[in-house]
């Protein structure tokens, strides 16, 4: 019955706003089967709206990775080409 705990704590951690994604990663679960578990739990719409949040932060720290990456190999083209 493993499982069992497992979905049980996955409600859990869901029912505290946690993100599928973060769920999965805590459990060492498929994110599939977690989302499988949680989808009939509803998130409040502060959960929601924190959760959003740090989809947006998440994203301007790969946009800003990214960036320092392309100016890393346009710096090092640059002295290549020296």
Same mark, same amino acid.
Request: hydrophobic fraction near 40%; charged fraction near 25%.
């Given at each position: @019955?493993? *499982? ?8 859990? /951690?869901?029912?505290? +706003? @946690? $993100?599928?994604?973060? %769920?999965? =990663?805590? /459990?060492?679960? *498929?994110k599939s089967t977690v989302s499988y578990w949680c989808r009939? %739990? $509803? !998130? *409040?719409? %502060? ?8 989809? =947006?932060?998440? +994203? @301007? !720290? +790969? ?14 083209? %640059? *002295?290549?080409?020296?």
């Open positions: @019955m493993a *499982s069992r705990r497992l979905k049980e704590r996955a409600w859990q /951690l869901r029912e505290q +706003g @946690m $993100s599928i994604s973060d %769920i999965a =990663h805590t /459990l060492s679960a *498929s009939d %739990i $509803s !998130l *409040s719409k %502060i959960q929601q709206q924190l959760l959003a949040a740090k989809q =947006h932060q998440a +994203g @301007m !720290l +790969g946009r800003l990775r990214a960036a320092e990456q392309k100016r890393a190999a346009r710096l090092n083209d %640059i *002295s290549r080409a020296r």
